[in-house]
């Protein structure tokens, strides 16, 4: 009954009244068999007070019906980007509802998943509701569908809308493991033009030092050179305390598949707390040294996602077994229904 409302247009669903169902409750099918058993009485004895009662009680149903069919209907969600979270914990989904009516709306539940609240809503007014999803698998998921229901006034029908899917999926980053006790080498991976990068980044520059064999000519302080016709050197802070590279060919062999992505992931997350600059080589993605919450948050969205051939070579061999399955199964219930078809001829 319930059908997928198409979100990708906009995050704001406004309920209509085709987006609504309404049934009774338990209490509402109890209250119809005492109308039904009252209908009989008042036929079989034709008591007028039977049908006077009769027609009071199903006139109450009607009002009760149509005060709970308008304490949704107008109703407005827009529903926010959910929070990235790691595998395991929970993620915060932000849901504003709006009543655009002169009217209070009382009772009103808004469910996600296992999860939902109770509101109440005066005239004109807007609230924003969050609610919890619980992730357990890392990913690119999408989220669950957002249900508005309510059983208000008197709790003998119950309302709900058509399933409305968000827009935005939610990324679920690995699950932070500490497998390693030995962070990975600060050097793996990273070049001379990448430390310099990251140094002009950090302003890691600690002052000037006598100029010796072998540092760099773009260290050289010129200026002081042309006044004192002596070679000064920049110095800065080492590159290992603040430059860290992270590659997946590195990566310890006795971990699993899962294990090294939730090492990468602790590994990552440490180094930004830390505030040093971090780079990460991915098989198929290579994102250059940098730091802050965006550049966290790139380099975890690609270990979100991120599968081996042969993960993909195993899901393309579980689906190609899936179908010759499927296959078999029709196959054998075409046979039978021709055996069955047969029987019955012979049988005439």
Known sequence: MANRTESNQSESFSIGRRQLYILPTRIGWYYALILVALFAIAVKFDDQAAFMMLFILVGIGNAVMLATHRNVIGLEIHKGVPTPCYAGEVATVRVNLTNHSNRSRKAVYLSLADDHQLVDLAPNESKRLELNYITDVRGIHELPPVVLSSQYPAGLFFVWTKQ????????????????????????????????????????????????????????????????????????????????????????????????????????????????????????????????????????????????????????????????????LFLSWLKRNKTVAIISNKGGA
Request: charged share 25%; hydrophobic share 30%.
């Open 164 to 327: 409305t899917f968000f827009k935005h999926t939610l990324t679920v980053y690995p699950k932070t493991k500490n497998l390693v006790e030995k962070m990975m080498s600060p050097a793996s991976g990273v070049n001379d033009s990448d430390v310099g990068a990251a140094r002009m980044h950090q302003g890691d520059f600690q002052g000037l030092r006598n100029y010796q064999p072998g540092d760099r000519l773009r260290d050289v302080h010129w200026a002081s050179y042309a006044k004192n016709q002596k070679l000064i050197s920049k110095k800065y802070e080492a590159p290992s305390a603040s430059s860290l590279a992270f590659n997946w060919a590195d990566m310890p062999k006795q971990l699993g598949h899962e294990d090294k992505l939730s090492q990468l992931s602790h590994w990552l997350t440490h180094a930004e707390r830390t505030g040093g600059t971090y780079s990460l080589n991915m098989p198929s993605t290579l994102i250059p040294l940098n730091h802050g919450p965006a550049h966290l948050h790139e380099c975890l969205h690609v270990l979100a996602e991120f599968y081996t051939d042969s993960d993909e070579q195993e899901s393309k061999t579980i689906n190609t077994e899936n179908k010759k399955t499927k296959t």
